[in-house]
């Protein structure tokens, strides 16, 4: 029997959650699947746990540096990777109680468990039921992509590394971008040996060269190792349990490194495989991604795919702006457009990275007449102040308009201050705005007017 909804929201992600809880809002009644983990990726097994182990990790931190500041810490410090877990453990289960009990206190949303795939023109079938709305929403994420190689091997992912109960004595980490230098700082203040390897000539590619030189180098003095220009890398396990990854064409020779653990941390694929769009005429990429235009929706009207599974983001606060896209374009009369969105991200090493609209060397190829400036925190009296003066802040400007075109903060507090530079974009702002500004002293903020008003080309 045909079960009809005005809407099927398949999977609770970041924008799947709470578009449910908006439609259901203006008593439409919605369909609600989820197959695993009730409020995605990023609650469950992305950024609060790992924002939890972050926090942890920069304790040990502190208890280790106290000497720089003159304060005596005793040599005791150790990381309970249990509690730590069971801490992370504790703030999900809030959450995803908190989730559940809005679900069950709704009486316009119907939830399912389980996966669900397509059986026809928006026809959703899940645990045997079949379901049909004039609008589909897919908001299905992503999952760790396991490159060729490491099947035979007992290899970790980004979520299976978070229910560890014992410390890995060292860490092998293929992947030196976004996710794996997190968990590789983090796993190191806790105490394992890590090393990282990584294909490319520098780490974070995406970045900046100056980014990924000053991130290598500070976690490079925290112990961390790195291994380059790795691109002929296989691993395999010894009698003992050894994990044994041979680079074979690096510049010294082959290399082996051994370690009780490996971590895969070279990128993600979306979660579209298993949901059967040929039924419905929905279009995927040769990566799985889902084409949508400038409004999420795919090329089959009615059906909009939210979130990692689209490929215009992979952060939770995309995600969440796609929702907000589709709820107020939906219910508010708006012409909202993911186009309009600046693209904004944090890496959470520390000290942290904030960053928005382009880096200088994305400006430079596109040929643009630019400006430049520049600020090291060590030259910053905060961060002197504070004994955490790695990195620097940095921002690229149009030459003749003055719109800021992107920016760069990493340092102490770059995850928080990078948004100063991302309201100013935003609102269309001048430098000269910023430049002008009066910051509170003393702050790292305090320098940016500073560096705005030091302008240069580059």
Same mark, same amino acid.
């Given at each position: 029997? *045909?079960q #009809?909804?005005?809407?099927?929201?398949?999977?609770?992600?970041?924008?799947?959650?709470?578009?449910?809880?908006?439609?259901?809002?203006?008593?439409?009644?919605?369909?609600?699947?989820?197959?695993?983990?009730?409020g995605?990726?990023?609650? $469950?097994?992305?950024? #609060?746990p790992?924002?939890?182990?972050?926090?942890?990790?920069?304790?040990?931190?502190?208890?280790?540096?106290?000497?720089?500041?003159?304060?005596?810490?005793?040599?005791?410090?150790?990381?309970?990777?249990?509690?730590? /877990?069971?801490?992370?453990?504790?703030?999900?289960?809030?959450?995803?109680?908190?989730i559940?009990?809005r679900i069950?206190?709704?009486?316009?949303?119907?939830?399912?468990?389980?996966?669900?795939?397509?059986?026809?023109?928006?026809?959703?079938e899940?645990?045997?039921?079949?379901?049909?709305? &004039?609008?589909?929403?897919?908001?299905?994420?992503?999952?760790p992509?396991?490159?060729?190689g490491?099947?035979?091997?007992?290899?970790?992912?980004?979520?299976?590394?978070?229910?560890?109960?014992?410390?890995?004595?060292?860490?092998i980490?293929?992947?030196?971008?976004?996710?794996?230098?997190?968990?590789?700082q *983090?796993?190191?203040r806790?105490?394992?040996?890590?090393?990282?390897? &990584?294909?490319?000539?520098?780490?974070?590619?995406?970045?900046?060269?100056?980014?990924?030189?000053?991130?290598?180098?500070f976690?490079?003095?925290?112990?961390?190792?790195?291994?380059?220009?790795?691109?002929?890398l296989?691993?395999?396990?010894?009698?003992?349990?050894?994990?044994?990854?041979?680079? $074979?064409c690096?510049?010294e020779?082959?290399? #082996?490194?051994?370690?009780?653990?490996?971590?895969?941390?070279v990128?993600?694929?979306?979660?579209?495989?298993?949901?059967?769009?040929?039924?419905?005429?929905? &279009?995927?990429?040769?990566?799985?991604?889902?084409?949508?235009?400038?409004?999420?929706?795919?090329?089959?009207?009615?059906?909009?795919?939210?979130?990692?599974? $689209?490929?215009?983001?992979a952060?939770t606060?995309?995600?969440?702006?796609?929702?907000?896209?589709?709820?107020? $374009? /939906?219910l508010?009369?708006?012409?909202?457009?993911?186009?309009?969105?600046?693209?904004?991200?944090?890496?959470?090493?520390?000290?942290?990275?904030?960053?928005?609209?382009?880096?200088?060397?994305?400006?430079?190829?596109?040929?643009l007449?630019?400006?430049?400036?520049?600020?090291?925190?060590?030259?910053?009296?905060?961060? /002197?102040?504070?004994?955490?003066?790695?990195?620097?802040?940095?921002?690229?400007?149009?030459?003749?308009?003055?719109?800021i075109?992107?920016?760069?903060?990493?340092?102490?507090?770059?995850?928080?201050?990078?948004? #100063?530079?991302?309201?100013?974009?935003?609102?269309?702002?001048?430098? &000269?705005?910023?430049?002008?500004?009066?910051?509170?002293?003393?702050?790292?903020?305090?320098?940016?007017?500073?560096?705005?008003?030091?302008?240069?080309?580059?």
């Amino acid at each position: 029997m *045909m079960q #009809t909804f005005d809407a099927i929201i398949i999977g609770s992600g970041q924008a799947g959650t709470p578009l449910a809880f908006k439609l259901a809002a203006h008593k439409k009644r919605v369909a609600f699947i989820e197959k695993k983990h009730l409020g995605g990726t990023c609650l $469950n097994v992305g950024c #609060t746990p790992t924002k939890t182990y972050v926090a942890s990790a920069r304790r040990m931190w502190d208890a280790q540096h106290g000497e720089e500041l003159g304060i005596h810490i005793p040599d005791s410090a150790s990381a309970d990777l249990p509690k730590i /877990k069971a801490r992370k453990d504790d703030l999900i289960q809030k959450s995803v109680d908190g989730i559940t009990k809005r679900i069950t206190n709704s009486e316009y949303i119907t939830f399912f468990e389980g996966e669900a795939h397509f059986e026809g023109h928006k026809i959703v079938e899940v645990n045997g039921a079949k379901l049909t709305a &004039e609008e589909v929403y897919i908001n299905v994420g992503g999952r760790p992509f396991i490159p060729n190689g490491y099947e035979g091997l007992p290899y970790l992912t980004n979520e299976t590394l978070l229910e560890l109960g014992k410390l890995p004595e060292h860490l092998i980490i293929v992947g030196g971008s976004y996710i794996g230098l997190e968990f590789g700082q *983090m796993f190191r203040r806790f105490g394992s040996q890590v090393t990282i390897i &990584e294909m490319a000539d520098t780490i974070i590619a995406r970045e900046d060269k100056e980014t990924s030189i000053a991130v290598q180098r500070f976690m490079e003095d925290e112990g961390i190792a790195f291994r380059l220009k790795a691109e002929c890398l296989s691993a395999d396990m010894e009698e003992d349990g050894t994990i044994a990854a041979h680079i $074979n064409c690096a510049k010294e020779g082959a290399v #082996t490194i051994k370690g009780s653990h490996i971590l895969l941390a070279v990128g993600r694929r979306p979660n579209t495989g298993r949901l059967e769009l040929n039924k419905t005429g929905i &279009e995927t990429d040769s990566r799985g991604f889902i084409p949508i235009n400038d409004y999420l929706e795919t090329n089959v009207p009615g059906i909009y795919a939210l979130g990692d599974c $689209n490929g215009k983001g992979a952060f939770t606060h995309t995600a969440y702006n796609d929702y907000e896209i589709v709820a107020e $374009n /939906k219910l508010l009369g708006k012409t909202r457009k993911v186009s309009d969105r600046i693209p904004t991200y944090g890496l959470f090493v520390d000290p942290p990275l904030g960053r928005v609209g382009m880096t200088q060397k994305e400006a430079m190829e596109k040929g643009l007449d630019i400006l430049v400036g520049h600020r090291s925190m060590s030259s910053i009296a905060r961060a /002197k102040e504070k004994g955490e003066t790695n990195g620097y802040m940095s921002v690229v400007v149009d030459a003749k308009s003055h719109k800021i075109l992107g920016a760069t903060v990493l340092g102490t507090g770059g995850d928080e201050i990078i948004s #100063t530079f991302v309201y100013a974009m935003h609102a269309g702002l001048s430098y &000269e705005t910023l430049r002008d500004s009066v910051q509170p002293h003393p702050t790292v903020n305090e320098l940016i007017p500073t560096m705005l008003g030091r302008l240069s080309k580059p």
